[in-house]
């Protein structure tokens, strides 16, 4: 809102399209968080992994800095990350007016992190609620 409203920059492309991309980072994020709840059976760890996985978004993004010529890992970290997808919608959208057909390969991404995470996040905590006692071991 602040770039494309406030600030009088206005939306190339579509704002339903962002709004959409949006939505599915969030959920990207809360189903990322949950795997890591399902896989970790401890709060606290969960939410340090989630942090730390959060957390590096920016730097690693491409946002910040670029990618060009950084190490491998940094290039695959970056792609490990929903916000990076994100990015490349905001930029296609909100800056250049790309058409769908361009801005499908984000949305897609996207919702893949939301549905593979969020299906083994689902399938290890229903196993988990069958075991409450698995929740008290380390």
Do not use: H
């Not at 709840?37 to 606290?44: E, G, L």
């Not at 916000?83 to 893949?112: E, H, M, N, R």
């Amino acid at each position: 809102m602040w770039l494309a409203a406030i600030r009088g920059g206005g939306v190339a492309g579509g704002m339903a399209w962002l709004m959409l991309g949006q939505a599915l980072m969030y959920l990207a994020y809360a189903a990322i968080a949950l795997l890591f709840v399902a896989v970790t059976r401890n709060m606290a760890s969960a939410l340090s992994m989630a942090g730390l996985y959060a957390g590096t978004s920016l730097a690693f993004s491409g946002a910040t800095f670029p990618l060009q010529g950084a190490p491998w890992f940094s290039r695959l970290w970056s792609e490990l990350l929903p916000f990076t997808a994100y990015l490349k919608l905001q930029a296609q959208q909100l800056d250049i007016g790309s058409p769908l057909s361009v801005s499908a390969w984000p949305l897609a991404i996207l919702s893949l992190f939301t549905l593979i995470a969020g299906t083994v996040g689902i399938v290890l905590m229903a196993r988990a609620t069958r075991d409450p006692v698995a929740w008290g071991r380390q």
